[in-house]
Structure formats: structure tokens, C-alpha cells
């Protein structure tokens, strides 16, 4: 899904908000981000971004920022790694991920309601959850016949 005109101003008012300082490669990482359709690692952003191999740790530090003022959202893979994803402060939802080849699909399925009822019988307050599905893709299932 390309990110509409409205999702962009909101992303840069979010931005303008937060006290967040954004330097030349932060503003390099955001482009970047802002031209993508699709979650992306930490290690193909900073190539997006035209930076050296060196400023992988400023790639990781801005996203930490980022997702600090609530414009990312970090999908844990299966194995080692994370997907960074461009989002909208609250907007709160989860994912499908292909393990082939890292695809994901967005899922409006929560269980937040259920979740928080049996955090309180148990007397969890603060709670918070990590749900991402994984399978593989139509494109990456092995071909049958
Ligand atoms: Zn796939
Ligand atoms: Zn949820």
C-alpha cells in the first residue's frame, strides 16, 4: 500500500511535534522510509539511504527514535531480525509474514480486549503484546504438481 498524502503530513507533523532532532542521515533514513511501500530491514535502509556500512548503528538509533515518537513499527521476524515499518502514532494492528521472502500483509485482528480482561483477573497491569503470524506466500509456496 503507498502511503497517501494525508498519512505523509501526518507522519511530518508527528515529526514536528517531538522534540526530535533530525540531522542530514536522519533525514536521508526518513526519505527512504517514505518512499517504501513495504517493511523493510535495517541493513537494506541504509543502503536505500545511500549510507556507508559504518552508519548501520545511526540506521538502527533513528529507527529507535522514530519508533520512540511512534512512527515505527518493528516486526519481529522468526529469526533473527526485525522488518521496519512506517506508521501512524496509535495505529495499532499486527501482521502476516512470509519467511521466505519476508512479505507481509497487514492484519486488523487483535485481541487487546480479550488480552486485557485476563491480564486484570490476573492482576497484570500496563500490558502489552507482540502478535505477528507467520506462513509463506501464495508466490513462495512450493509448486504442488
Ligand atoms: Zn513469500
Ligand atoms: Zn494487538
Given amino acids: 500500500m503507498k502511503h497517501n498524502k494525508e498519512f505523509l503530513k501526518r507522519i511530518f507533523e508527528t515529526i514536528e511535534l517531538s522534540s526530535l532532532r533530525m540531522t542530514q542521515k536522519r533525514e536521508r533514513i526518513l526519505e527512504s522510509l517514505l ?6 530491514s535495517a541493513s537494506a535502509l541504509r543502503d536505500l539511504a545511500g549510507l556507508p556500512e559504518t552508519d548501520l548503528v545511526t540506521v538502527y538509533r533513528t529507527l529507535e527514535a522514530f519508533e520512540g515518537i511512534g512512527i515505527i513499527q518493528k516486526i519481529p521476524l522468526e529469526e533473527m531480525g526485525c522488518l521496519y515499518e512506517l ?3 496509535n495505529d ?8 521466505e521472502c519476508h512479505r507481509t500483509e497487514r492484519l486488523d485482528l487483535c485481541l ?5 480482561a485476563r491480564a486484570e483477573k490476573l492482576g497484570f497491569t500496563e500490558v502489552s503484546h507482540l502478535m505477528e503470524v507467520y506462513g509463506v506466500c501464495g508466490e513462495c ?3 504442488t504438481d
Fill in 112 to 116: 487487546e480486549d480479550e488480552l486485557g
Fill in 87 to 89: 506508521t501512524e502514532t
Fill in 92 to 99: 495499532h494492528y499486527h501482521h502476516f509474514v512470509c519467511r
Fill in 141 to 143: 509456496k512450493p509448486e
Fill in 35 to 40: 518512499a517504501l511501500d513495504r517493511p523493510v
